[in-house]
C-alpha cells in the first residue's frame, strides 16, 4: 500500500517501452517495490533500474479496447495495484489533410485506449480503496496550431477526461494526476523540428515523479510551461498564429 505515494509496493506502467515512462519509474522511489507490471505490445526489461522488485511483462495492445477489461485483470489478480502510469501515445500528421490513418490511429491510442484503460483501472482502484494514476497529456492540448491539431485533440480530450474522472473520485482515496510536457527529445519526435523549451525524457520523468508524490492534479513540464499556457488561452486568435509558426 502507497505510504504518501512516496513508495509504492506495486506500480503498472502501461506503454513500457516509453522513454518518458522509463524515466519517470527511475525517478520513483523503488525501495518498497515488490511488482511492477511492463505493458505494452512487445514488452522487455528495462535497463538502468535497481531495484529487487518482480518486473512483470504483459502483452498489451492499446487499439484492442475488447481486450482491456481481462488485462486490467491480470494487474490486480495478485493483490492491489498502488501506481497505475498511463504512457501510451502516438503522434498523428497533420502536414497535410491526407493522413486519415495516422490521425485516426492517435485518436484510437492517445484518447479511446488510453481513456478507457484509465477509467477501467480507477474502478478496481475504488473497490480496493486507494491508488494514483499519472496520465501523460501534452501542451498541445492548450490550444490548436495547424501543425499538430488532431494530436492535440487527442491530447485535450484525455486531459479533460483525467481532470473530471479525478473530480468524481474525490473522498475514495483514488486520485488522478496529468502531466502536460512540452516537446520532449524521444524516438517519437526524433527528426521534428524542435520547439522552445525541448527537455529530455529524463527531465520529464523527474517532474512526472514529483507530481505522483504530490497533491497536485496537473504539472507541466518544464515548468515554464504553466504560465505560458495561461497566456496562450488569452491570445487573441491572429496573434497566436502569427507566433506558433516556426
Known amino acids: 500500500m502507497l505510504n504518501g505515494f512516496k513508495s509504492p509496493q506495486t506500480i503498472a506502467l502501461i506503454g513500457s517501452t516509453s522513454e518518458i515512462g522509463q524515466a519517470i519509474l527511475k525517478h520513483l522511489p523503488l525501495e518498497n517495490l515488490s511488482t511492477c507490471y511492463l505493458a ?3 514488452p522487455s526489461p528495462i535497463v538502468g533500474i535497481s531495484s529487487k522488485a518482480a518486473f512483470v511483462p504483459i502483452a498489451f495492445e492499446a487499439t484492442d479496447t475488447h481486450s482491456h477489461e481481462k488485462f486490467v485483470q491480470q494487474l490486480f489478480s495478485q493483490g492491489d495495484l498502488d501506481l497505475a502510469i498511463i504512457a501510451i501515445g502516438a503522434l498523428g500528421n497533420d502536414s497535410t489533410l491526407s493522413d486519415e490513418a495516422n490521425a485516426l490511429n492517435a485518436m484510437q491510442v492517445n484518447y479511446v485506449a488510453a481513456s478507457y484503460i484509465m477509467a477501467l483501472i480507477a474502478k478496481k482502484m475504488v473497490e480496493q480503496g486507494h491508488g494514483r494514476i499519472l496520465v501523460i497529456s501534452s501542451f498541445a492540448q492548450t490550444r490548436p496550431r495547424n501543425d ?13 477526461m483525467a481532470r473530471g474522472l479525478n473530480e468524481k473520485l474525490r473522498g475514495t482515496g483514488v ?3 496529468v502531466l502536460r510536457p512540452g516537446f520532449v527529445r524521444t524516438r517519437m519526435t526524433h527528426g521534428m523540428v524542435e520547439a522552445p523549451f525541448t527537455v529530455s525524457a529524463e527531465v520529464v520523468g523527474k517532474v512526472a ?16 510551461l504553466k504560465p505560458l499556457a495561461l497566456i496562450f488561452s488569452l491570445l487573441p486568435p491572429a496573434v497566436f498564429r502569427k507566433i506558433s509558426q516556426r
Do not use: E, M, Q, W
Open 148 to 160: 499538430n491539431f488532431a494530436y492535440g485533440s487527442t491530447k485535450a480530450g484525455l486531459d479533460f
Open 40 to 42: 505494452s505490445r512487445s
Open 175 to 177: 486520485s488522478v494526476c
Open 209 to 224: 515523479a514529483s507530481l505522483i508524490k504530490s497533491k497536485k492534479s496537473v504539472g507541466y513540464a518544464p515548468s515554464i
